[in-house]
């Protein structure tokens, strides 16, 4: 069964960064796109950013330039660096294996103002 787990979020303030990472198994890791959404209070989830088994990467608008996607094929993980975080990157984030609806339990982001 396919397992992955987030880590890495935390509270921060406007400004501040953090580094979410994460660690995947029961797949064959670099086979597959990754992805990283959120989803805030009361809204719906969605796509931050995907990187494809080859390194190619996209991003939602509003963390385009903030935001980076990783990948680390030989550990099987992916990372999502934020940078210059506002209030409204405020949200849990979840690790996705693209188009398999394989989710992991998410990791919480809070950004105060």
């Known amino acids: 069964q396919v397992q992955l787990v987030e880590s890495g979020g935390g509270f921060v303030l406007t400004g501040g960064s953090l580094r979410l990472s994460c660690a995947a198994s029961g797949i064959s890791f670099p086979l597959y796109t990754m992805a990283w959404y959120r989803q805030a209070p009361g809204k719906q989830r969605e796509l931050v950013a995907t990187?494809?088994?080859?390194?190619?990467?996209n991003y939602t608008d509003s963390v385009n330039g903030r935001f980076t996607i990783s990948r680390d094929n030989a550990k099987s993980t992916v990372a999502l660096q934020m940078n210059s975080l506002k209030p409204e990157d405020t949200a849990i984030y979840y690790c996705?294996?693209?188009?398999?609806?394989?989710w992991g339990r998410g990791t919480q982001v809070t950004v105060s103002s």
């Open positions: 990187i494809t088994r080859h390194s190619r990467t």
């Open positions: 996705n294996v693209l188009q398999t609806d394989s």
